[in-house]
């Protein structure tokens, strides 16, 4: 079975700092991978997809992530922290079947200190 | 701009009662998903829906049920509310095929059963 798995329940950078969140997917077949986001009291928003086309992609607010087969990986970072990205984010990926669910990660909380 | 609302986004009901939490999506879409999410659980799905009158049983279904009569709306019954129910509801729709569109969701609904 398919799996996601979001290594760091909780991460905490400075302002300006460097955002690594780690994502690692369990896959027989090249997936569709996922990045959403959640700001507090809200819904999940997407930030930024994977869909066999570059291995890098960019999303929305700067961030980006990378497709590597390889590693089953597909981290997301971002160069330079703000305050207003601490929220909590997920990363998803799609059955093989492509049935039309996605299987979620646990999620990890980005806290930026000033 | 493509929507999926949530009929309420903070919602307080006694035990026992039977709660409804309505989903309404615009864009279309075959499939539609109910999950909660709890701190440190991250997302459970708890029934899915791949077309009118049709539903399928998530990871999480006892307690619950759903209703979807029109292609556009997707009901979550809590039969009969339990306090180990208090979470937020988060619902989600998308294409029937996952491709490169993932998942569009509501705000949510934080329900408190007291």
């Known amino acids: 079975a398919q799996s996601v798995t979001q290594l760091g329940s909780h991460v905490s950078v400075s302002e300006g700092a460097l955002v690594l969140l780690r994502c690692n997917y369990s896959?027989?077949?090249?997936?569709?991978l996922f990045w959403y986001v959640q700001y507090p009291n809200q819904g999940l928003q997407l930030l930024l997809k994977?869909?066999?086309?570059?291995?890098l992609v960019k999303g929305i607010n700067g961030f980006e992530a990378e497709f590597k087969k390889s590693e089953t990986s597909f981290h997301l970072t971002k160069p330079s922290a703000h305050m207003s990205d601490a929220a909590e984010y997920f990363c998803?990926?799609?059955?093989?079947?492509?049935?039309?669910?996605?299987?979620f990660g646990q999620g990890t909380t980005l806290q930026v200190k000033p | 701009d493509v929507k999926v609302t949530q009929s309420s986004r903070y919602l307080v009901k006694r035990t026992g009662e039977k709660v409804f939490l309505e989903c309404v999506q615009d864009?279309?879409?075959?499939?539609m998903f109910w999950y909660r999410q709890d701190p440190g659980l991250g997302l459970r799905l708890i029934y899915f829906?791949?077309?009118?009158?049709?539903?399928e049983k998530g990871d999480i279904p006892e307690g619950y049920s759903v209703s979807r009569e029109k292609k556009e709306r997707f009901s979550l019954i809590l039969e009969s509310a339990s306090t180990n129910q208090t979470s937020m509801y988060l619902c989600?729709?998308?294409?029937?095929?996952?491709?490169?569109?993932?998942?569009?969701f509501g705000s949510g609904t934080r329900l408190t059963v007291v």
């Open positions: 998803a990926v799609t059955p093989s079947s492509n049935t039309g669910k996605l299987i």
């Open positions: 989600a729709s998308s294409r029937t095929t996952i491709g490169a569109g993932g998942y569009t």
């Open positions: 829906s791949y077309d009118v009158k049709m539903k």
């Open positions: 896959s027989s077949v090249p997936p569709y």
């Open positions: 864009m279309d879409h075959e499939n």
């Open positions: 994977y869909t066999s086309a570059a291995t």
